[in-house]
Each structure stands twice: as structure tokens, then as C-alpha cells.
T-cell receptor
């Protein structure tokens, strides 16, 4: 299960606070992704990055921000503008960006807003 | 954008029987269709995938079929076992040159002993 890690496993946030979720991979993958999963729902794409210093919005980017300063790292910040941030957040990576590559998922971070 | 519909939301089968989960997609430009298995509280794990130039793919008890004309694909699990109990997600690539996957809402597969 190694190769892509996320921290922390659980995160609690007060309303109005920004929090940053960590995602690191040592698979030498070019592409990285952030998904959000709500109970009884499929995964929804927040942001993705195909190369360092470049990233694109997914289907539900509002209230989130990302950076890709290193190939290995793709942190996600959940801002106070995200109205309903309580969810399970999953990071994934793929050898190459574009369509048709297997995505490997991290273990996830469960964020709860108090 | 891409839209993926998945049915049924819950499927209960007797151990040893077969299970079939069906998905439809909207974007005819999609060309990659993976299936993921997710156990409670765990990460999704790829179990099988298929590309648009292939109609069927098998891996032991698991098979996936793709009908590009009808824009649907299905997961078939034969000789089901207790460890097959999980939530299964289908997914498809988006069109328009975008990246990432669009997922169905999942099927909770229950294997009855």
C-alpha cells in the first residue's frame, strides 16, 4: 500500500479556518489528483495537476486551492469559503496525465468541521 | 462534462452466485473505464479496467464488457465469495481534453452466506 501517503488521517476544523491536507508520492508519477467523497456518493474531482507548477480545476473546485511546487507533493487547502467541507478527501497519482492511466489512491483524510 | 450513472445502488447475492453491475456514460469521447473496489474506511483499489478499443476483458473471476455504441459498460463477478463484499465504483475519463475521472455513485455488493 506504500507509495502515496496522506496526512493527517483525521482532521478537525473550526468554522472560518483554513486547513491544509498533505499528499506525497514516491512513485515518480507526473499526474496527481484530489477527490472528495461524501457518504453514499462517488468520488468527485476537485483539482488535478499533470506537471509541476501547473494545475487545473475539476468539477468542484470552489472553496479549495492547491499548489504543485514539487513533483512528489500536491497539498490541498480547504478554505473558509467552502461551505460544506466535512468529507473524506482522497489524493491519487498516475504515471502520466491525460486519459487512460491507472490512478493509485492514498489512504485518505477525513475532515470534520466542528 | 462527463456523466456516469451506475446501477444498482445495492446488490445482494448468494455466495457462489454471479453479480453484475452496470454503468452508462454520456461522453462518446471517453476512452478509459476503470472499476474500483472500496472497503469501509479504506482507499479505492483498481480491480479491472478497459479501454475503448476493447470489448471485453477478464481477470480470473472478474470481467468487464464495454458497448461503445450504447455507451455502457458492466462488471461481472462470478463465483462470488464473502471477501467480494464492498462498494464498487465505475468511472470514465472526461471529454474535452480534461484529466481526472468521473465516478458513478457506487454499488454496495453484499454476499449472503
Amino acid at each position: 500500500d506504500g507509495g502515496i501517503t496522506q496526512s493527517p488521517k483525521y482532521l478537525f476544523r473550526k468554522e472560518g479556518q483554513n486547513v491544509t491536507l498533505s499528499c506525497e508520492q514516491n512513485l515518480n508519477h507526473d499526474a496527481m489528483y484530489w477527490y472528495r467523497q461524501d457518504p453514499g456518493q462517488g468520488l468527485r474531482l476537485i483539482y488535478y495537476s499533470q506537471i509541476v507548477n501547473d494545475f487545473q480545476k475539476g468539477d468542484i473546485a470552489e472553496g479549495y486551492s492547491v499548489s504543485r511546487e514539487k513533483k512528489e507533493s500536491f497539498p490541498l487547502t480547504v478554505t473558509s469559503a467552502q461551505k460544506n467541507p466535512t468529507a473524506f478527501y482522497l489524493c491519487a497519482s498516475s504515471m502520466t496525465g491525460g486519459r487512460g492511466g491507472e490512478q493509485f489512491f492514498g489512504p485518505g483524510t477525513r475532515l470534520t468541521v466542528l | 462534462g462527463e456523466n456516469v450513472e451506475q446501477h444498482p445502488s445495492t446488490l445482494s447475492v448468494q455466495e457462489g452466485d454471479s453479480a453484475v453491475i452496470k454503468c452508462t456514460y454520456s461522453d462518446s469521447a471517453s476512452n478509459y473505464f476503470p472499476w474500483y473496489k472500496q472497503e469501509l474506511g479504506k482507499r479505492p483499489q483498481l480491480i479491472i479496467d478497459i479501454r475503448s478499443n476493447v470489448g471485453e476483458k477478464k481477470d480470473q473471476r472478474i470481467a468487464v464488457t464495454l458497448n461503445k455504441t450504447a455507451k455502457h459498460f458492466s462488471l461481472h463477478i462470478t463465483e462470488t465469495q464473502p471477501e467480494d463484499s464492498a462498494v464498487y465504483f465505475c468511472a470514465a475519463t472526461p471529454g474535452g481534453g480534461a484529466d481526472g475521472l468521473t465516478f458513478g455513485k457506487g454499488t454496495h455488493l453484499i454476499i449472503q452466506p
